[in-house]
């Protein structure tokens, strides 16, 4: 009244000023312990400082291809030069895994697939074997005609 803080007011103030004092100090813990895995990685993984590096050395070969020219002649350059499009496709893959392995992410490897590949030629050997053998096969072709003349019936 008249100016003056009651009490409730008072006591109101102080814990803002006791909050706002100890908010800087829990801010920073909190952002320490939310850093140090990501930290971590950048230590000890070798793919990440790899896909980094990558990133990096892409940036930079698209400045220098487009350092000097307008907008216009960029994303004409864009449409037209493959190079530039690559190295621009490069620096976004290098992005995308670096921040998958930042956040602990599996990254698929690219183009490994042998395992894929080694599947495929057992089921395929398989598949022959069934065919061509002569204790199974003519068996194996007859219920092969029997299902895809039922499937193409209906």
């Known amino acids: 009244m008249f100016g003056r803080k009651s009490r409730a007011e008072k006591l109101r103030e102080q814990a803002e000023r006791e909050a706002r ?13 939310g850093a140090r895995p990501i ?17 990096v050395e892409s940036v ?3 400045a220098n291809e487009v350092q000097g020219e307008r907008p216009q002649e960029i994303l004409s350059r864009l449409w037209d030069d493959d190079k530039l499009r690559g190295s621009i496709e490069s620096a976004s893959a290098a992005a995308q895994t670096g921040s998958k392995r930042i956040r602990g992410e599996r990254v698929r490897s690219e183009g490994g697939g042998a ?3 080694i599947f495929l030629l057992v089921l395929l ?11 199974t096969g003519e068996e194996a072709r007859r219920l092969l005609k029997e299902t895809v003349g039922a499937i ?3």
């Open 21 to 33: 004092a100890h908010l800087p100090l829990a801010s920073i813990a909190a952002a320490i312990s």
């Open 39 to 55: 930290l971590e990685r950048l230590l000890y993984d070798d793919e990440l400082r790899k896909n980094i590096q990558d990133l």
């Open 60 to 62: 930079q070969e698209i």
């Open 115 to 117: 395992g894929r590949k």
């Open 125 to 135: 050997g398989g598949l022959a074997y069934l065919f061509f053998s002569p204790q």
């Open 152 to 154: 193409t019936s209906d």
